[in-house]
């Protein structure tokens, strides 16, 4: 308790649990990650908000591979679902409420399976995290309708990379501990948006893209 920031102390002592400071100290973080990825790498994926509340869902359940599993079963529903539902011509918000309602029962077997199969984490998931990957769907769809399959499968492999990463950042022990001891460097994050809001430069994978045009400059 000595090595930790007196305000944290002040948190911990006002009831508020040092987990749900920690993720709240960490979301910043997590966001600017986002943030760098999409303005300096290129990479788009679902934006910003979505690999995000992905990355805190892995964090919620009970293991990294069971919830990656939840995010593959979700993307393979919404696309299969997709192909099912296209001769009934459906309006956009019920042909996502009847793909939410399938995706919501697999999720459902998916825990009795692993409950079955003695998979105790799988089975113990909290409905936090199912609420988020369910939400996926929605996110999905849209893109399939607008862009098409490849690219709306291309942002959910870009999501799910970033929050695999992301997961790895939050769970990182010295990050942790360095903002248990300094709370306060969770404000770093600021400048460094204010830079990467003034970013006019090429995004590296555009050096690739482009690659053959700077060869001529």
């Not at 948190?11 to 300096?40: E, K, Y």
């Not at 919404?78 to 309602?101: D, K, Q, S």
């Not at 460094?192 to 970013?199: F, M, R, S, T, V």
């Not at 090429?202 to 690739?208: H, K, M, S, T, V």
């Amino acid at each position: 308790m000595q090595t930790i920031s007196p305000i944290i102390q002040y948190f911990l002592a006002s009831g508020v649990p040092l987990d749900t400071v920690i993720l709240i100290l960490m979301l910043p973080i997590i966001a600017t990650f986002i943030a760098f990825l999409r303005q300096v790498v290129g990479i788009k994926a679902f934006g910003i908000y979505t690999p995000l509340i992905i990355t805190f869902a892995f964090l919620a359940t009970n293991g990294l591979k069971y919830g990656i599993a939840i995010f593959i079963a979700v993307i393979l529903v919404g696309m299969l679902m997709r192909f099912v539902l296209r001769p009934f011509r459906l309006l956009y918000l019920p042909r996502v409420a009847i793909t939410l309602t399938v995706v919501a029962l697999l999720i459902l077997f998916l825990l009795v399976a692993g409950g079955a199969m003695r998979r105790t984490g799988l089975a113990a998931v909290s409905i936090f995290p199912i609420l988020i990957m369910i939400t996926l769907v929605e996110k999905f769809v849209a893109v399939q309708i607008e862009k098409g399959n490849k690219t709306a499968i291309l942002l959910a492999f870009e999501t799910l990379v970033i929050s695999i990463i992301g997961y790895y950042i939050a769970s990182w022990g010295s990050l942790v501990e360095l903002l248990v001891i300094h709370p306060w460097a969770t404000l770093l994050t600021l400048p460094i948006n204010i830079l990467l809001g003034k970013w006019t430069g090429l995004r590296i994978n555009e050096y690739f893209r482009f690659k053959e045009v700077i060869k001529k400059m």
